[in-house]
């Protein structure tokens, strides 16, 4: 399974709707910018 980490105004979408057409069993995670969440330990 895909874990697909995502922001609004990124590139995500397209990787996320690649995924969605080839059926791929896959989890969203949203990741907060403005709180710089992608730099936590997390």
Do not use: C, N, W
Request: hydrophobic share 40%; net charge negative.
């Amino acid at each position: 399974m895909y874990l697909l980490y995502y922001s609004s105004g990124t590139a995500s979408m397209a990787v996320h709707q690649a995924l969605l057409e080839i059926g791929a069993p896959h989890e969203l995670r949203k990741v907060d910018f403005e709180t710089q969440a992608q730099k936590s330990a997390e």
